[in-house]
């Protein structure tokens, strides 16, 4: 069973569409992540979830829309993609609060392409 | 705002040779991480380490933070061809985990 799973792994779409990517952790974590690569490789948090409740929120334009059903899923919607979206963007779990000492368990990652 | 910068950007080196990985940064951190991402997959945790001076062995790799808990090396002896990877060194504290831009590592056969 995979630990922390996002779907889609790729996702290729238009600018000024609007996409979702689903992630689901079966580890009991309390806190789940959304980051995002860019071209560069650097790792850059966006949102943060514990116990469902919002913990993170960086600079992030408001087409990106978190939500946590529950705490084993955070989903991330964007709305009217533009061509700097492009990225890979990974879902994470830890047990605890955020920046701790916990370990960070990632999804495989889901590569955005705007075109 | 925490920053850290990690060097080399990039690496290529023959196998069975050593390199050295650093991280620093100008704050203070409570904890550091060292993760290894390979192409296609998230990062997966290596070591964590949280007292300044601390070092760590993971067979080949040995980490070190630094006395200050500002900085933190990774030291690779003898690499193989199945340490290449990018190299992410990420800080605790706070309420968020801050990653180094990573480096870069491919070990040639």
């Known amino acids: 069973d995979t630990a922390v799973s996002q779907t889609p792994k790729y996702l290729v779409t238009q600018m000024g569409n609007d996409k979702s990517i689903k992630c689901e952790q079966n580890l009991g974590h309390d806190t789940m992540y959304w980051y995002k690569q860019d071209s560069k490789k650097f790792l850059k948090i966006m949102f943060s979830y514990n116990n469902k409740e919002l913990i993170i929120n960086e600079t992030v334009p408001n087409r990106f829309s978190p939500k946590s059903p529950d705490k084993a899923h955070l989903n991330l919607h964007i709305n009217s993609l533009e061509l700097g979206d492009s990225a890979v963007y990974f879902c994470?779990?830890?047990?605890?609060?955020?920046?701790?000492?916990?370990?960070?368990?990632f999804g495989e990652g889901s590569r955005l392409t705007v075109l | 705002t925490q920053l850290l910068e990690q060097s080399p950007q990039f690496l290529s080196i023959q196998e069975g040779e050593n390199l050295t990985v650093y991280c620093n940064s100008s704050?203070?951190?409570?904890?550091l991480q060292w993760y290894r991402q390979e192409p296609g997959e998230g990062p997966v945790l290596l070591v964590t380490?949280?007292?300044?001076?601390e070092v760590k062995k993971l067979k080949r790799l040995t980490f070190q933070f630094g006395d200050a808990r500002k900085d933190s090396s990774l030291h690779i002896t003898a690499a193989q061809p199945g340490d290449t990877g990018l190299y992410l060194c990420?800080?605790?504290?706070?309420?968020?985990?801050?990653f180094g831009a990573g480096t870069i590592l491919r070990v040639k056969s």
């Open positions: 994470a779990s830890s047990q605890g609060t955020p920046g701790g000492t916990g370990e960070l368990f």
């Open positions: 990420a800080g605790g504290g706070g309420n968020k985990l801050v």
């Open positions: 704050s203070v951190f409570s904890s």
């Open positions: 380490v949280v007292t300044g001076g």
